[in-house]
Nanobody, 125 residues
């Protein structure tokens, strides 16, 4: 059974930083692409960042490019999202998800099959 557990969310002032973690179990983590998505109240879920199975390729949405960094530690079965220069519009529930086996860093939610429960990020102005 695949499980993804996010942590690291919280309340931060605009301009601050947070690092989200997503610990995976139940499959050979190192063989799968991983992604971070977010959903704000009243808005559709959107892709934030993705990383391919080797960690050598990444994707970022235009709204976070240059501020967020996705990385993975296959020895720890964990994917991270380092978020800097946070803005109030980054407020959302953040979810990690597993992508395709030997997958590339793609932002399409329908290519991700297992999802975590989400962690709340709130950025105050």
């Amino acid at each position: 059974q695949v499980q993804l557990v996010e942590s690291g969310g919280g309340l931060v002032q605009a301009g601050g930083s947070l690092r989200l973690s997503c610990a995976a179990s139940g499959r050979t983590f190192s063989l799968y692409a991983m992604g971070w998505f977010r959903q704000a109240p009243g808005k559709e879920r959107e892709s934030v960042a993705a990383i391919n199975w080797t960690g050598g390729s990444t994707y970022y949405s235009d709204s976070v490019k240059g501020r967020f960094t996705i990385s993975r530690d296959n020895a720890k079965n964990t994917v991270y999202l380092q978020m800097t220069t946070l803005k109030p519009e980054d407020t959302a529930v953040y979810y990690c998800a597993t992508g395709r086996r030997y997958g590339s860093s793609r932002p399409f939610a329908d290519e991700y099959d297992y999802w975590g429960q989400g962690t709340q990020v709130t950025v105050s102005s």
